[in-house]
């Protein structure tokens, strides 16, 4: 399979709202996510059959591609691979979270990472040491919101350990996973998350994000 057996056809009406969403960080071509997975549904199909040395090198093809949404197809197409891929395999495509980095890419990431997660549950700690503590902003994001599929089932003592590491980081998009994860793990623990948030000195927008739904 070749990128260029991929056929996208976007939109001039939706191309600059799209842009303008992402603060004009990345060209789009103008395509919807409903439409994208219609678009792309055969191709990604099809990646189903490839060796993975080669599934590597196509999502690394759509990584060097200009327009957005052949990331977005990238991480789709990892997603729907994710079972085929163990962990020693599934990490190599970390170095694409650092790669025309933004909160839409790593959010998109993380859930494949956190697919993974459900089906190997003992591979939690490497997975989460894996983006634990890194240089780059993005991959700690991941190692805060890492277990955000996890409910009941969340390790509190690597969510603190994340969160903690990155509590004085006055980075958005920092605050607001810090926020985010406690949020998700209140609906199952909130007594720990209230707990926790008095205890430890958030920065108001991740206390806020944190208790939002607490506070209803």
């Given at each position: 399979m070749r990128l260029n057996e991929l056929y996208l056809s976007g939109s001039l009406e939706n191309k600059g709202p799209m842009e303008s969403y992402m603060k004009n960080h990345f060209t789009f071509l103008g395509i919807k996510s409903p439409d994208r997975k219609r678009q792309s549904k055969d191709f990604i199909k099809a990646s189903k059959q490839m060796p993975l040395s080669e599934l590597f090198k196509l999502t690394k093809e759509m990584y060097n591609k200009s327009e957005r949404?052949?990331?977005?197809?990238?991480?789709?197409?990892?997603?729907?691979?994710?079972?085929?891929?163990?962990?020693?395999?599934?990490?190599?495509?970390?170095?694409?979270?650092q790669d025309k980095s933004w909160w839409d890419s790593t959010d998109a990431w993380r859930k494949v990472f956190g697919l993974h997660l459900l089906r190997c549950p003992d591979d939690k700690e490497r997975v989460f040491h894996h983006f634990y503590q890194h240089e780059n902003i993005w991959m700690r994001r991941i190692s805060i919101i890492l277990q955000l599929n996890e409910k009941e089932n969340t390790?509190?003592?690597?969510?603190?350990?994340?969160?903690?590491?990155?509590?004085?980081?006055?980075?958005?998009?920092i605050q607001k996973a810090i926020g985010w994860s406690l949020r998700q793990y209140g609906k199952?623990?909130?007594?720990?998350?209230?707990?926790?948030?008095?205890?430890?000195?958030?920065?108001?927008?991740?206390?806020?994000?944190?208790?939002?739904?607490?506070?209803?």
């Open positions: 949404e052949y990331q977005y197809i990238a991480i789709d197409m990892i997603e729907a691979n994710v079972k085929r891929l163990d962990w020693e395999e599934l990490k190599k495509y970390s170095v694409f979270v390790s509190t003592t690597l969510l603190e350990l994340a969160i903690l590491n990155d509590i004085n980081t006055q980075e958005f998009f199952v623990n909130s007594q720990w998350v209230i707990d926790f948030t008095n205890k430890q000195n958030l920065t108001s927008l991740a206390k806020k994000e944190a208790l939002k739904l607490i506070n209803q």
